[in-house]
């Protein structure tokens, strides 16, 4: 393995890289899929897509800032916003249905869902970058 050297020039990412990171977080593994990348793109998909609908199944919160959020309480819910948030669509979707936002706290699995639903858009970020490399071809 060669090292590259310290002042090398980073070579830009085409917009066609762009686009398929674009839409590996609108769908979790479309990225893949797209690029022929069939059991990638199935495994990371297919985890996203799993986490995502078991943890709003067994009653999982998913956050975001509401208009009673206000200073602090609204910086506690940004970051975990923005983990549920890397789910792409699959949070959108639940956005505009007002669907998982509902605090089910009386649940037995409500920890659980909420653990899922987090890992879910963390793990479609890491699944994301990873389509993004792969057209900007920085990896294979």
Not at 48 to 53: E, G, K
Not at 76 to 99: E, H, I, K, R, V
Not at 105 to 111: G, M, P
């Amino acid at each position: 393995m060669v090292a590259k050297e310290i002042n090398q020039p980073v070579a830009k990412a085409p917009g066609r890289a762009w686009l398929i990171g674009l839409v590996a977080w609108a769908v979790p593994g479309l990225g893949h899929l797209l690029q022929k990348k069939w059991g990638r793109g199935l495994i990371l998909g297919g985890a996203v897509w799993t986490m995502f609908l078991v943890g709003v199944s067994i009653g999982g919160h998913l956050f975001r800032i509401g208009p009673n959020d206000q200073g602090f309480a609204a910086l506690l819910q940004l970051l975990p916003m923005s983990a549920n948030f890397g789910a792409g669509l699959l949070y959108l979707g639940c956005w505009l249905t007002n669907t998982g936002f509902a605090e089910q706290a009386q649940r037995v699995t409500y920890e659980y869902g909420n653990t899922f639903l987090l890992c879910a858009g963390l793990l479609n970020y890491l699944a994301m970058l990873d389509a993004f490399d792969i057209a900007a071809g920085r990896k294979q």
